[in-house]
């Protein structure tokens, strides 16, 4: 299976929400399921953003520019959202009794960060669209038609 359909795969609520509403989480059978769920989409997620590192580096600073005010908020919200998450993650190890408390706002945060990904997913689709014929006329006869990982990205196979 290519990366896209095995990250896919593992993304779709179906495969482990259909069973959390009718599962107990005491049982055995779903905490492996729900464990192997997660874990085949982080690997799958790992591949998928490791490919994106190479063509963007730099911890998303490769092209920053630092005069550009939106750039920076951008960048400064991404920031901000990976420290809280961290210190929330950390608070959680080291004190679980929190857990439930925090566990409603974890879930706030995940709604906006959608929302966010959303608005980047549509400006990079924006940006693709525009620059493909240019890298497409200029990496084109370096691109094979048979992709063997399944995925192509500006007609690259990735």
Not at 8 to 16: A, F, I, V
Not at 54 to 66: C, I
Not at 97 to 104: F, K, Q, R, S
Request: aromatic share 6%; hydrophobic share 45%; net charge negative.
């Amino acid at each position: 299976m290519g990366v896209f359909v095995t990250f896919t795969y593992h993304s779709r609520k179906e495969n482990l929400a259909s069973n959390a509403t009718s599962a107990s989480a005491s049982d055995p059978a779903f905490q492996q399921q729900a464990s192997t769920e997660l874990s085949g989409f982080k690997t799958n997620f790992v591949g998928f953003t490791s490919v994106l590192a190479e063509l963007g580096g730099d911890d998303g600073v490769a092209n920053l520019d630092p005069t550009n005010n939106l750039e920076t908020l951008l960048e400064s919200i991404i920031n901000a959202n990976k420290d809280i998450l961290e210190v929330t993650y950390n608070l959680v190890v080291s004190l679980p009794i929190v857990g439930p408390i925090l566990g409603p706002i974890v879930y706030d945060l995940k709604c906006i960060l959608d929302d966010l990904l959303d608005i980047v997913e549509n400006l990079t689709d924006a940006i693709v669209n525009a620059i493909q014929p240019l890298l497409q006329a200029v990496l084109g006869k370096a691109v094979t038609t048979t992709c063997a990982s399944g995925v192509q990205v500006v007609g690259l196979c990735v």
